[in-house]
């Protein structure tokens, strides 16, 4: 998988939700994409943000270091957020202002789903933004039915397995590489 993708441009992703072809063409099987960098993670993390709309939730699965905040950083930037995007570790959510408000979140130090109620998680994923929800499977009772998951396993060398599933418009699997930007 060659991928080449513009800076962040807020009209992207509206656009290509809004688009009832690209949404057709929606895999929801299972997928497994590598990447060698924190680079190419970073650009996963904007293809599978371009297939985002309102009311998406994403929940992120793997160990620590593993990536999950980078992954959603690439998502961030395919959604127009400007700002810099950092672990909410202690805070628990982070909300971002792109085409839609991204709400992200580290369930590692939640106890479980009433301490996330608590911290308005409810409210967040009902809303109209995007979710994206690190140590996702804390939370899995809270999850809606058709949530993205993403699970990266940390191989030799860098690299990383990237597992989807879920309805996600990205398909092909296979090595996420780099190519320069014209
Ligand atoms: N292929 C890769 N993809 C992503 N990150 C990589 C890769 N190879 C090495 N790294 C490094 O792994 C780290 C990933 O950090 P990140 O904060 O994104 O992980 P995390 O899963 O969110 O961790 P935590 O569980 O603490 O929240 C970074 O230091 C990054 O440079
Ligand atoms: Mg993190």
């Known amino acids: 998988m060659n991928i080449s993708i513009p800076k962040a441009d807020s009209r992207y992703s509206e656009e290509i939700f809004q688009n009832p ?30 297939t985002l709309g309102k009311g998406s939730v994403v929940a992120l699965k793997g160990t620590l270091g593993s990536g999950k905040t980078c992954l959603c950083a ?6 127009g957020v400007t700002a810099p995007v950092t672990s909410p570790t ?4 982070h909300e971002y202002e792109g085409v839609f408000p991204v709400y992200h979140i580290d369930a590692y130090r939640l106890s479980g789903a009433e301490d996330f109620e608590n911290a308005a998680g ?46 996600i418009g990205i398909s092909g699997g296979g090595r996420v590489r780099l190519q320069a930007e014209n």
């Open 90 to 93: 202690y805070t628990i959510v």
């Open 122 to 167: 409810g409210e967040i994923l009902s809303g109209d933004g995007v979710c994206l929800i690190e140590w996702g499977e804390r939370l899995s009772e809270c999850l809606p039915d058709d949530a993205v998951h993403v699970e990266i396993t940390v191989l030799d060398g860098g690299k990383r397995e990237i597992k989807t599933a879920g309805r």
């Open 74 to 79: 690439g998502i961030c930037r395919a959604l």
């Open 21 to 50: 072809s690209t949404q057709e063409a929606a895999s929801t099987e299972n997928q497994v994409f590598i990447t060698d960098s924190y680079e190419e993670t970073f650009e996963f993390g904007m293809i599978l943000g371009k």
